[in-house]
């Protein structure tokens, strides 16, 4: 299974905003909002930021959103902060070859 | 708030079976509505799905095909316990393994939909694989 493609780094400013596209194909990310994002600090886990496309689960800033356009997802970053600096990988549901999930390449989220 | 830990040997010699135990804390193991999950990351690398398991009869699992010959995840509900095996391994399989809950639905009101993501995870564990 191909992974979804990722830029591999963003960078942007203290209080700007930036985007973080997850483009995929039909049989995964354009064919179904089942796209989630993921934050992970050097050494830990990652952290569920965004499901089914636009969901935010509770406790998660709402400085984070998600969205959809064709076959790729994006996750923004608004009023960007340090704490915010770090990995961010996308996943979907897939179909090709067969279930279940495939991931994207990974971000790298840099706070000038 | 539920829990995952992994556990298991660090190191693993080529040829030999990769296992690891990952024990669930805080929340039932026998949900319907979630699945229990392995996923590894390689040093520096991205993520990659490896297979999930989930409670229908003894327990129902689905696997990554880049991986099906050689895995096996397997449940022990007594001891809220999932479990991964991984065959003849090579050096390309060192890396950190993670343990996930995954939910499979929503239900509110009585009626259910299907959503796929990870809600909880373990913090990881690092096999390396090495003579």
């Known amino acids: 299974q191909s992974a979804l493609t990722q830029p591999a780094s963003v960078s942007g400013s203290h209080g700007q905003s930036i985007s973080i596209s997850c483009t995929g194909s039909?049989?995964?990310?354009?064919?179904?909002?089942?796209v989630s994002w993921y934050q992970q600090h050097p050494g830990k886990a990652p952290k569920l930021m965004i499901y089914d496309v636009i969901n935010r689960p509770s406790g998660v800033s709402h400085r984070f959103s998600g969205s959809k356009s064709g076959n790729t997802a994006s996750l923004t970053i608004s009023g960007l902060q340090s704490e915010d600096e770090g990995d961010y990988f996308c996943a979907s549901y897939t179909t090709n070859k067969t279930p279940w999930y495939v991931f994207g390449t990974g971000t790298q989220v840099t706070v000038l | 708030q539920v829990q995952l830990q992994e556990s298991g040997p660090g190191l693993v010699k080529p040829s030999q079976t990769l296992s690891l135990t990952c024990t669930v804390s805080g929340g039932s193991i026998t949900s319907g509505s979630h699945y229990w999950s392995w996923i590894r990351q390689p040093a520096g690398k991205g993520l990659e799905w490896i297979g999930r398991?989930?409670?229908?009869?003894?327990?129902?699992?689905n696997y990554s095909p880049s991986l099906k010959s050689r895995v096996s995840i397997s449940i022990d509900t007594s001891k809220s316990q999932f479990s991964l095996k991984v065959n003849s391994v090579t050096a390309a399989d060192t890396a950190v393994y993670f343990c996930?809950?995954?939910?499979?639905?929503?239900?509110?009101?009585?009626?259910?939909?299907?959503?796929?993501?990870?809600?909880?995870w373990g913090q990881g564990t690092l096999v390396t694989v090495s003579a």
């Open positions: 996930a809950r995954e939910v499979g639905a929503h239900c509110s009101g009585g009626s259910c939909y299907p959503t796929f993501y990870f809600d909880s």
């Open positions: 039909s049989k995964d990310s354009g064919g179904y909002n089942y």
């Open positions: 398991i989930y409670m229908s009869g003894s327990g129902s699992a």
